[in-house]
């Protein structure tokens, strides 16, 4: 049950913050970075990236009906690296001498639990 809402929670963030990013790519990466997005090659690159985050989601949101199998197990091994890779990206970001956006190590925060949270259900036997 607790691997179901895990892949639900992440399912709900990563479609969320996808269509934030596909939709609004400027304004989200300010929130993050403390500086808009100013080059139209920029903008491509935050909404395939936001293409990327929604189909990680979509991804989770199915795998949700059918957690005993190998696929979803590798998806959650797949979200671990995923998130200690943000972890890493955006934390680096948030120690250089420059501003920061507000929501930078909000986010820092949430995906190093959300990291955690996927190390502990593959270490247990919460993928029943």
């Not at 199915?62 to 797949?78: E, F, I, K």
């Not at 190093?112 to 247990?124: D, E, F, T």
Request: with cysteine; net charge positive.
């Amino acid at each position: 049950m607790r691997m179901k809402i895990l892949l639900f929670v992440t399912a709900v963030i990563e479609i969320g913050a996808g269509l934030a990013l596909v939709a609004l790519p400027s304004l989200m990466v300010k929130l993050l970075l403390g500086s808009p997005l100013d080059m139209p090659a920029a903008l491509i690159v935050a909404r395939l990236a936001g293409v990327s985050l929604f189909v990680l989601g979509f991804s989770c949101w199915l795998a949700r009906l059918d957690v005993q199998s190998r696929a979803a197990r590798g998806l959650v091994v797949a979200m671990v690296l995923y998130n200690f890779g943000v972890v890493v990206i955006l934390g680096a970001a948030g120690v250089w001498p420059q501003p920061v956006g507000v929501a930078l190590w909000p986010a820092v925060v949430l995906h190093a639990a959300m990291a955690g949270w996927c190390i502990a259900c593959l270490r247990s036997k919460c993928m029943m």
